[in-house]
């Protein structure tokens, strides 16, 4: 069973690019979960998705951010007109159930320039 | 102040020694959850212990939660090298609510074992 898998690994955006952060959950879970990690700092919570619903969205920017989980394929996290204070590690993560344990992803790391 | 700080910062011992790390959180939960993050690298899980259970153990692992504190501790025993990692703890909120799934992380304590 491959873990959580996430893509691109690595990520270079000129300020005002768009960013699209992709995280395929492992099989048979169908929870997910986005966290932002500055650096020298712990994970913020970002969203919370189960297939095709937002569940909480309560961590993410009120602007230019936005999450999906669609019915088939992996989940986007959709960043419009990244500015540098975007620049961190993204970190996906899932779980079989909405508690409990959850299985991280490698991460994105989001450099803008 | 953050639900989930963690004490010390940072620790460094030698190999062999026990290392003891402090969370402490502010609200009710449903669980804590210890993971471990090597440098650049995503997180793992190593434990969870829920809000009825006050030890837990698992291999060199030693959990315990105080719910009256609001406390958690974890202890590596008979500490190795490549135990050096950062480790947080992070917690589940009650049951019930959109809250449910999702994890508060502390900010951490940087691990240094010295062979």
């Known amino acids: 069973n491959a873990g959580v898998m996430q893509n691109p690994r690595h990520l270079v955006r000129r300020r005002g690019q768009e960013a699209r952060l992709r995280c395929s959950p492992m099989?048979?879970?169908?929870?997910v979960y986005w966290y932002r990690q500055l650096p020298e700092e712990g994970l913020k919570f970002m969203v919370y998705l189960q297939k095709e619903n937002i569940i909480d969205e309560s961590g993410m920017p009120k602007e230019r951010f936005s999450a999906e989980f669609p019915k088939e394929g992996p989940s986007i996290l959709r960043i419009q007109q990244v500015v540098r204070g975007d620049s961190a590690a993204y970190f996906c993560?899932?779980?079989?159930?909405?508690?409990?344990?959850?299985?991280f992803g490698p991460g994105t790391r989001l450099t803008v320039l | 102040s953050q639900q989930g700080e963690e004490d010390p910062q940072a620790l460094s011992i030698q190999e062999g020694e026990n290392a003891t790390m402090n969370c402490s959180y502010k609200t009710s939960i449903n669980n804590l959850q210890w993971y471990r993050q090597n440098s650049g690298r995503g997180l793992v899980h190593l434990i969870l212990?829920?809000?009825?259970?006050r030890e837990k153990h698992s291999g060199r692992l030693r959990v315990t939660l105080d719910t009256s504190k609001k406390s958690s501790s974890l202890l590596i025993t008979a500490s190795r090298a490549a135990d050096t990692a950062s480790y947080f703890c992070a917690t589940a909120l009650g049951a019930g609510g959109t809250s449910y799934g999702k994890l508060t992380f502390g900010q951490g304590t940087i691990l240094t074992v010295h062979p």
């Open positions: 099989k048979g879970h169908s929870h």
């Open positions: 993560a899932s779980s079989p159930r909405g508690i409990g344990e959850q299985f």
């Open positions: 212990i829920r809000s009825n259970e």
